[in-house]
Every structure is written in C-alpha cells, then in structure tokens.
C-alpha cells in the first residue's frame, strides 16, 4: 500500500519516463543472456540496448537481423516488449485493478490518459478498458489469418508463432519480424507479392494507428457516424488523406523504378504503394526495399514518418490531429481569420500553441539530429535524414545503414527512438496537467514585422 501511494504522489511525466527505462534496461539484460542468441553467446550491451529501446518504443530499427540472432526465447522478449511499449506499461498495469476491482483515482486516470497520448481524462477508464480488450481481440484475428497464411511456408507450430508474432508488431506499429530465415533485414519483401499478407498487416497498422479515443467514438456512434466528435472527424479525414495521398505519390513517382514497382503488375504496384503509404506512418515494414527508393520518395517518406498515427494510439510521430490543427491555422492566415475554425466550431488557441510547439521541437531535433549523424557516419544527408526520422517518429523503416553505424551513432538513435516515444508523452502530459491560470501581468502589445 505504502508503494502504491508513493506511485500516486510522484509525477506523472516521470513516472512514464522511467517506466519505459526501466522496461528498456530488463530488456536488454534479458536480450544478453546467451540463452537469447542462437550462438550461444553473450550479445554485447549496446546491441541489446538498441534492439530493447526499439522494440519499447515500437519502432522496428535493427542491427542484427530478429530471426537469424536471437533465439525463441529472444523473439518473446522482444515480442513482450513490443506489447508493453505499444500499449504503455501503465495501462497494463491498470489490469490490476480493474482485476481487483479497485476505484481508479485521479493520480491513476491522469497516468493512463499521459501514457495513450490523451488529453482528456473524460472517460479514460473506459477507454482504457476497452482498449485492452480491442487490443487482444483485433491481434488475436490478425494472428489467425497470418498463421493460416504461414503454416504452409513454415510449418504448424512454426507458422503460428510467426502469425502471433507479426500480428503483435504490425498493431503495435512495431515492424519486427521473423521472416528472414536465409537473407537477413528481408522484412516483408519476400511477400509483395501475396495481398492477404499484406492487407492483413496494413489492416493492423490503420487500425493501431487510429487510437484508442476514435475507436471509442466509433463504438459509441456505431448507429450514426455523423455524430462522431470533431476530433474523431478530423483524425479520420486525415487518415484517409494521407493514405489516399501517399498511395498517389508513390505510385506516380515509383511506377517505372526498378529497384522498387517497376517490374511489378498493375495490382501489385497499387497494394505495395499503398504499404508504403501506410508503413510509413509509424509501422517499419518494408515490402519493397527502401535503399532502392528515389530521393523525392525518401522526402516523402520522412514528412509521412514525422506526421505519424493518431494521439492515443500505439503510433508515433507528431500526430495527425497535430498536424490537421496547424493545417487549420495555415488557412485561418492566409485568409486573413484569428480564430481558428473546423466544421463549424473554433479549435482553443491554447491547442494552436501546443500544436505549434510540439511541431517546431520535433522539427527542430529532427534536423538537428539528421546533420549530426551525417557527420559522425559521413553518409548522404537525406539518408541520415530517413533513419532519424525513422527512429524520431518510432517507425523502423531504413535504407540500410543502421546495422552498420558504430556505437555513438547507435546511441544517438536510441536516444531519438526514446525522445520519439517518451517526450512526445511528456509533453502529452504537460498539455495535460499545467495551469490553466491567466497571466496575473498583462504587458503592452507590440507590433513586430512578418515575412
């Protein structure tokens, strides 16, 4: 009881910071057990660090191949931590008391909201509930459709494992995978061509990708979606934008490549621009070989990576509703509005400036930190560029430089992947619990010039 009051009084932002710590650190000294790697021997620290930080923060970048390295007993580690950072390990922990039966206070309601990226603590028990069990009940169809499609290639015990295993990571917007039984880092590529594979996964990654809030909504007005609140709206529009967009692109840019659609059939190119699309939005698979990709491409895919899944969701990245706010302020200026206006209703200015706050840090760090990898590792910028927006915006993606990086650049990525996943929950938590008290000194307006 006594620890459990002392978990009440701490913050909530530290909290969520050292719990994903912690849960990294176990990780990675699980991962150098000799029982986890197929040669039996002890992986070194900063290999295991890397692949714990990126399977807790659900991005999927590797330096040593999943399958090829760690042993079964490696992948469930791996696959544990997949579940407990896609779902936040407090939200797991709520298990407990709705096991218990125990009233949820506000200290707990104020974590769980911190820890799904909400930031609103209406109903989040609720939420939270039915979240867990959506969760299970979505992975576990998800893991019987890919086992059906596995089990011929891999065998019966072989082929569920591998369907339990990729479902868990696409839903979490992992982009781990087993598949690489001859060729390491094969991802997804030995299977562009088989749309229930595909279609499954990319099922997964949306539906992860939307959040636990929109989920809810959807359930309460199942009846009549014109009811559905304006957040659910705009997440929803700008889900189908992006999706819809992306595709285009990808499909235009991409149609003659060789190295990714050009030798490919029409349908083929459709259902693997529309993966890219999707995948880039926080989920790590690859189906098409990111290396061979074009330069506009690889702009395109680090602009899709920062945007990333919804607030709430297992996915990363600034966040739709980030990003449909800020799009809203654009148009507000260039015709000449103040407020700032969505379907009829004014967006809170306080949002405004924690969208415009949130955007220009992660684009700052972003920056900051692509030209600092392409120092230290003397690659090309926009392929530095990629793995940092990758590991930033927790996707997983790369174009094949990361298990080649020494140990600083390593580092610094996992600092990215935990910053991508921790602080932008942080300041999910600042939004959430910081005054709201008008300022007590008003000072004089200035006018100050603009473009």
Same mark, same amino acid.
């Given at each position: ?349 306080? #949002? =405004? *400036? ?5 955007? !220009?840090?992660? %684009? @700052? ?7 600092? +990898? &392409? ?34 650049? #390593? =580092? *610094? ?5 935990? !910053?991508?996943? %921790? @602080? ?7 939004? +959430? &619990? ?18």
């Amino acid at each position: 009881m006594y620890k459990w009051n002392l978990l009440r009084s701490l913050n909530p932002g530290r909290i969520v910071v050292a719990s994903f710590a912690i849960i990294i650190l176990v990780g990675a000294l699980l991962l150098m057990l000799p029982i986890s790697s197929r040669d039996g021997q002890v992986t070194d620290f900063i290999s295991c660090l890397f692949t714990a930080t990126s399977a807790t923060c659900v991005t999927g970048l590797i330096v040593v191949d999943t399958y090829m390295h760690w042993t079964l007993f490696g992948q469930v580690v791996i696959i544990c931590l997949i579940q407990l950072g896609g779902l936040g390990f407090m939200t797991l922990i709520s298990v407990i008391s709705f096991l218990l039966r125990r009233r949820i206070g506000l200290s707990e309601r104020l974590l769980m909201a911190s820890t799904l990226n909400l930031n609103d603590m209406d109903g989040v028990v609720r939420v939270v509930r039915h979240a867990l069990m959506g969760t299970f009940l979505l992975e576990g169809i998800g893991a019987a459709i890919l086992a059906l499609r596995f089990i011929p290639d891999f065998g019966l015990l072989k082929g569920i494992w591998r369907g339990i295993f990729h479902s868990i990571s696409a839903f979490c917007n992992a982009g781990f995978d087993i598949l690489g039984v001859d060729q390491p880092f094969v991802s997804l590529t030995n299977y562009n061509d088989d749309p229930v594979i595909l279609l499954v996964i990319m099922s997964l990654i949306v539906i992860g990708g939307l959040g636990f809030f929109v989920w809810e909504d959807i359930l309460r007005c199942r009846k009549d979606l014109r009811k559905l609140s304006l957040y659910s709206k705009m997440v929803l529009c700008m889900t189908a934008a992006l999706i819809i967009g992306g595709t285009l692109f990808f499909l235009a840019v991409e149609w003659h490549n060789p190295a990714t659609l050009g030798d490919m059939p029409v349908w083929q190119k459709v259902v693997n621009s529309m993966f890219q699309a999707i995948t880039l939005r926080t989920a790590g698979y690859d189906s098409v070989g990111q290396a061979g990709l074009l330069d506009s491409s690889l702009v395109m895919g680090c602009i899709l990576m920062l945007i990333g899944g919804s607030s709430g969701s297992t996915a990363g990245g600034i966040k739709t509703g980030t990003i449909a706010v800020l799009l809203l302020t654009l148009r507000a200026g260039l015709v000449g509005r103040e407020a700032v206006t969505f379907r009829g209703r004014t967006i809170a200015q306080r #949002r =405004v *400036m924690d969208a415009m706050t949130l955007a !220009l840090v992660v %684009v @700052g760090v972003f920056v900051a930190g692509s030209m600092v +990898l &392409s120092l230290l590792e003397s690659v090309h910028f926009l392929d530095a560029a990629y793995e940092v927006a990758s590991a930033m915006a927790t996707v997983g993606v790369t174009v094949g430089i990361t298990p080649g990086l020494g140990n600083v650049a #390593r =580092v *610094m990525l996992v600092i990215m992947m935990y !910053l991508g996943r %921790v @602080g932008i929950m942080s300041f999910s938590i600042a939004f +959430l &619990s910081r005054s709201k008290d008008q300022a007590k000194i008003k000072y004089p307006t200035a006018e100050v010039m603009i473009g």
